[in-house]
């Protein structure tokens, strides 16, 4: 593997708007091993690319309840160097950041300096419809027989209630569920 990698990324508040913005782009070259052979080919990484950019607004005056929406997108080609699904793409840990696109909405709500909540709706697609679903974990994909060009891969919601017992002692109840899609 010989891959490039070079990114921006820009993160702020004013009064009550926050926002996120962030684009990676890659290239170089991945040694394919064709099927049988213990010989790899050389094969140039194009179009790799994942962009990521969130907007939230907090109402002071319901209790610093925080409004989000979000929207991402990685290439088919794309390879995620540090891996931090569970916070950006659900806490269900299904997919990795590569041919997928979809959005969220994020609510939370800070009650207290000891309690928290959050609640997040997924929606997760496919970006090209000829490639096959990127699993978590094994490097395998969700693939499907018979040609399925659906990109709908399903949604998710999390729900999370932290509570921060002492500086260094905390705890977090955490619920999801996903609800697959044409896929």
């Known amino acids: 593997l010989n891959q490039n990698t070079m ?11 926050d926002y996120r913005a962030e684009y990676t ?3 170089g070259e991945e040694e394919k091993l064709p099927a049988g052979t213990l010989d790899g080919v050389a094969e140039d990484i194009k179009d790799a690319n994942q962009m990521n950019v969130e907007v939230g607004y907090t ?3 319901a209790k ?3 409004i989000g929406l979000e929207y991402f997108d990685a290439s088919k080609n794309y390879r995620e160097l540090f891996p931090t699904k569970h916070k950006w793409l659900g806490h269900m840990d299904l997919f990795r950041r590569n ?13 207290s300096d000891r309690f928290k909540s959050s609640l997040d709706y997924h929606v997760f697609n496919r970006s090209d419809d000829a490639t096959a679903a990127p699993a978590w974990g094994t490097g395998a994909s969700h693939s499907m027989t018979g040609g399925n060009t659906e990109k709908a891969l399903g949604t998710e919601w999390d729900l999370a209630l932290k ?3 002492t500086e260094s002692l ?3 109840f955490g619920l999801s569920q996903f609800t697959a899609g044409n896929y």
């Open 7 to 17: 990114g921006l990324r820009v993160k702020g508040n004013t009064h009550n708007l």
């Open 25 to 27: 782009t890659q290239g």
């Open 59 to 61: 109402i002071p005056a």
């Open 64 to 66: 610093n309840l925080r």
């Open 99 to 111: 041919n997928i696109n979809g959005f969220v909405v994020h609510l939370s709500n800070k009650w």
């Open 163 to 165: 509570y921060k017992a």
């Open 170 to 172: 905390g705890w977090t």
